[in-house]
C-alpha cells in the first residue's frame, strides 16, 4: 500500500507553504460553519480544498513552485514580524528592554543585576534603571 502510494505521487508537486495555509484556512471556515450555520462559509471551504488539493497532486512542479514562491514573497513581512515577537517574548526572560530616553533606541539589560547606570550606544547618553 505504501508503495502505491509513493509511486501515485512520484512526480508530483505535494506539499509547500501556500498549501499548508490554504488548507487551514479552510478548516478555519470549516469551523466558523459550524458554529454559524452559514452554508456560503461551507461551499468556500470546500472549494479551497479542492484546489489545494489540484495543488498537491499537480504535475506542473513549476508553475507550482512559481505560485508558493510569489506567496512568500508577499507574506515574508508577516513571517519577519512573527520572528521578532517571538524573540522578543524569548528575551524577556532573561533581560529588560529600556528605551533611551533622548533617542528611544531598543536597549537590553540582564536581569537581576540591581540598579545599574546604563550608556545608550547610539547618542551615548548616561541613565539610571533597575535591571
Same mark, same amino acid.
Given at each position: ?8 505521487? =512520484? ?10 495555509? @490554504?488548507?487551514?484556512? *479552510?478548516?478555519? +471556515?470549516?469551523? #466558523? ?29 513549476? =508553475? ?10 508577499? @507574506?515574508?513581512?508577516? *513571517?519577519?514580524? +512573527?520572528?521578532? #515577537? ?46
Amino acid at each position: 500500500m505504501r508503495d502505491r502510494m509513493i509511486q501515485f505521487m =512520484r512526480g508530483r508537486y505535494g506539499s509547500d507553504e501556500l498549501g499548508r495555509v @490554504t488548507m487551514w484556512v *479552510s478548516l478555519i +471556515l470549516l469551523i #466558523v460553519y459550524a458554529f454559524t450555520g452559514v452554508k456560503a462559509l461551507a461551499v468556500i471551504a470546500i472549494l479551497v480544498i479542492i484546489v489545494t488539493d489540484f495543488r498537491i497532486l499537480s504535475r506542473n512542479i513549476a =508553475r507550482r513552485s512559481e505560485e508558493n514562491r510569489w506567496f512568500l514573497k508577499h @507574506t515574508a513581512f508577516i *513571517s519577519k514580524k +512573527l520572528h521578532l #515577537v517571538k524573540q522578543d517574548a524569548q528575551d524577556r526572560r532573561h533581560y529588560h528592554i529600556y528605551r533611551c530616553p533622548n533617542c528611544r533606541q531598543k536597549i537590553r539589560i540582564p536581569k537581576g543585576k540591581g540598579r545599574i547606570e546604563i550608556t545608550c550606544p547610539r547618542c551615548h547618553i548616561e541613565f539610571i534603571k533597575k535591571s
